[in-house]
């Protein structure tokens, strides 16, 4: 009898790990295939790092063999022509582009301790700003930095090969992260909420097609008081700025929305991670406790 209460939780254990393990093989077999579409996956390197650096960026993002991705260093030079930035920043954040044909915009900040100011949700908003779908976007940094370069090393990889981006739309995304980073650091906001709050913003903005500023204003407002999120007037006013440039150069956020339900649903998923939606944990630890008080009966 104990061993007939025993067995469907070895097979669902057994199961369990063989679909871990076909996954993993299927990623394996899949991993050194060239898309003829798209070509290698970009690697873009900072031009601050020493060659040192460069080798432990290239193990963080899993190039193993250099003859696997295209590789370029993004400079300061790049900043000032992508989006009128300092000459003299430096520049460390790095990423490693794969483009897909489907599958949203997916980022992976492979070090999160290393870059300290910008969230994977934070950088897949400023991507969908600035034009970019459909890419799997990998982040690293061999040291800590705040992350913003890495955004500039993702445009190049976009402005290569006979391709450019618009130019405006690279200004505002990069206006993006930085408002966002600035509510996170000086209005003390958690960083997932910052981005909760402009991707709302966002989804509002691609439904109800604003017309004027009035109208992004009343938005903005809207999502505060729908995410009951207390601002600044002057910060108020900078998430309008922000949004009405995005207005005024007539970007349609209605061809991104699923892309926009996905961050967002993203989003909510680790404000409850950190508020503590605990209920599938317990269901987890409940299995194995049940799983060993069984084998301990069964041998007792």
């Known amino acids: 009898m104990r061993l007939n209460k025993l067995l469907p939780m070895l097979l669902v254990l057994l199961l369990a790990f063989s679909f871990g393990s076909s996954v993993q093989a299927a990623d394996d077999n899949n991993g050194g295939a060239i898309d003829e579409k798209y070509g290698l996956?970009?690697?873009?390197?900072?031009?601050a790092l020493s060659d040192e650096q460069k080798d432990k960026?290239?193990?963080?993002?899993?190039?193993?063999?250099?003859e696997m991705v295209n590789e370029y260093i993004v400079t300061a030079e790049d900043l000032v022509n992508f989006i009128n930035g300092d000459p003299?920043?430096?520049?460390?954040?790095?990423?490693?582009?794969?483009?897909?044909?489907?599958?949203?915009?997916?980022?992976?900040v492979v070090n999160p301790e290393n870059i300290t100011q910008v969230t994977s949700e934070m950088y897949a908003n400023a991507l969908l700003t600035a034009g970019i779908e459909n890419a799997l976007v990998?982040?690293?940094?061999?040291?800590?930095?705040?992350?913003?370069?890495?955004?500039?090393?993702?445009?190049?990889?976009y402005n290569v090969d006979g391709e450019a981006l618009d130019k405006d739309r690279m200004e505002v995304a990069n206006d993006e992260l930085v408002v966002a980073t600035d509510l996170a650091d000086e209005e003390g906001m958690d960083q997932e909420k910052v981005s909760e709050l402009l991707t709302e913003i966002k989804k509002a903005i691609s439904e109800q097609n604003p017309a004027t500023r009035?109208?992004?204003?009343q938005i903005v407002q809207?999502?505060?008081?729908?995410?009951n999120i207390q601002?600044?007037?002057?910060?108020?006013?900078?998430?309008?700025?922000?949004?009405?440039?995005?207005?005024?150069?007539?970007?349609?956020?209605?061809?991104?929305?699923?892309?926009?339900?996905?961050?967002?649903?993203?989003?909510?998923?680790?404000?409850?991670?950190?508020?503590?939606?605990?209920?599938f944990w317990q269901n987890v630890q409940q299995f194995f406790k049940d799983l060993f008080e069984g084998i301990s009966n069964l041998f007792s």
Request: aromatic share 4%; proline share 3%.
């Open 41 to 47: 996956p970009k690697l873009v390197l900072g031009e």
């Open 57 to 66: 960026v290239r193990e963080l993002l899993g190039v193993d063999d250099p």
């Open 88 to 108: 003299d920043s430096n520049m460390y954040s790095s990423a490693k582009i794969t483009r897909k044909d489907e599958g949203g915009i997916v980022v992976d």
């Open 138 to 157: 990998e982040v690293a940094s061999p040291l800590k930095v705040s992350g913003h370069s890495a955004l500039t090393g993702i445009y190049k990889a």
């Open 214 to 217: 009035e109208d992004v204003e």
């Open 222 to 227: 809207q999502q505060l008081e729908n995410l």
């Open 231 to 279: 601002l600044s007037e002057e910060d108020i006013q900078m998430l309008t700025d922000l949004f009405e440039k995005m207005r005024a150069i007539d970007i349609d956020f209605s061809n991104v929305q699923t892309q926009l339900e996905d961050i967002a649903a993203d989003i909510k998923g680790k404000i409850e991670e950190v508020t503590g939606d605990t209920g």
